[in-house]
């Protein structure tokens, strides 16, 4: 429902979302141990070794800084023709992992089915790019989403607020009425600067709890009930 239709429409709950955004990695889809491999296998490339507390940082990051902090690991200068040549090495590994499938999240098709089924209008939120997100929505289904944006369609990706502002703006709703749903700290900071309520469900790596986060263990058995119940709750709390 755009942000038109919720204000003329007498039955209208100011308590429920005017839509859901998606995080796609970790949140949707266990892509993020495809990472590790592709982001390890580059820093080999690239004649070193990842360290797991550059990989740990990565998580959620867009390609720009996930470049920036493999540069800084492996100590190597920030050559703009060597690291180009690291992300067209990266996609294309990253691509072929994609292109063998990848796993769901525990829950995450049925929570998708569940809120298109709800009548809350959707979108993707990825700081992947383009075409590795096309590759993995092949796997997700394009059904679920009225609107995706990704990580290269943005002047700034997460956690910078830019992805969900202009997936906001794609539906036509305010994004401070908007509940993300994302499983990083970066993910979960962009969606809270744009002013989105957001449902925490963490994968890889443990998020810290805020005013604006209402946590879960897992997408699995999520019912509209716990949706509303999520954005009602950052909303009181944002009141109180």
Same mark, same amino acid.
């Given at each position: ?13 100011? #308590? +429920?979302? %005017? $839509?859901? =955004?998606?995080?796609?990695? !970790?949140? /949707?889809?266990?892509?993020?141990? &495809? ?60 691509? #072929? +992992?994609? %292109? $063998?499938? =990848?796993?769901?999240?525990? !829950?995450? /098709?049925?929570?998708?089915?569940? &809120? ?60 401070? #009425?908007?509940? %993300? ?60």
């Amino acid at each position: 429902m755009r942000a038109e239709d919720r204000s003329s429409d007498p039955n209208t709950d100011a #308590e +429920l979302p %005017a $839509a859901v =955004l998606w995080d796609m990695d !970790g949140t /949707l889809v266990d892509s993020e141990k &495809v990472w590790s491999i592709s982001l390890a296998e580059t820093a080999r490339w690239l004649g070193g070794e990842l360290s797991p507390q550059a990989r740990e940082a990565m998580i959620g990051s867009n390609m720009a800084r996930t470049l920036v902090l493999m540069f800084d690991d492996l100590g190597l200068d920030h050559d703009p023709v060597r690291m180009a040549d690291a992300e067209k090495w990266m996609t294309a590994r990253t691509g #072929e +992992l994609f %292109a $063998a499938g =990848l796993e769901w999240r525990p !829950g995450a /098709l049925d929570a998708l089915r569940m &809120v298109r089924a709800a009548g809350w209008p959707t979108a993707l939120v990825t700081n992947t790019e383009r075409a590795l997100t096309e590759m993995a929505l092949e796997t997700i289904g394009r059904e679920h989403f009225l609107v995706t944006v990704c990580g290269d369609e943005v002047p700034r990706g997460k956690p910078d607020p830019d992805p969900y502002l202009r997936a906001a703006e794609l539906l036509g709703v305010a994004p401070d #009425e908007c509940l %993300a749903v994302e499983d990083s700290p970066t993910g979960t900071l962009a969606a809270e600067r744009a002013g989105a309520a957001v449902l925490v469900v963490p994968c890889e790596v443990a998020v810290p709890p805020g005013p604006a986060r209402v946590q879960r263990r897992s997408l699995a058995g999520l019912t509209a009930d716990d949706v509303r119940d999520a954005y009602a709750r950052v909303r009181t709390d944002r009141v109180a």
